[in-house]
């Protein structure tokens, strides 16, 4: 099991997301500690990072193994997330 970090400014997004959104997303983000690499994370190019799908908003995050811990940096909608 994994431990999740969570980043300001990604609660400051989720406080900002409409209401059935943020329960979804964060749903999503609490099933990350028990797999951390579900099937529809997608990996970023040239980087470690990965975003997670959930409707229109994406869940930009990386895993530290060593620590085994998921640091969840931004939600955003999909339109902004990779800007």
């Known amino acids: 099991m994994y431990s999740l970090r969570i980043s ?10 409409p209401k059935g959104y943020s329960r979804l997303v ?7 500690q028990e797999d951390p690499r579900p099937a529809d994370a997608k990996r970023l ?4 990072d990965y975003s997670l799908r959930v409707g ?10 060593e620590s085994r811990t998921v640091i969840v940096y ?8 990779y800007r």
């Open 8 to 17: 300001r400014r990604a609660v400051k997004d989720i406080a900002g997301l």
């Open 26 to 32: 964060s749903q999503h983000i609490d099933g990350l």
């Open 45 to 48: 190019r040239e980087t470690r």
């Open 56 to 65: 229109v908003y994406r869940v930009l995050y990386d895993i530290d193994d």
């Open 74 to 81: 931004r939600v955003k909608h999909r339109r902004d997330a």
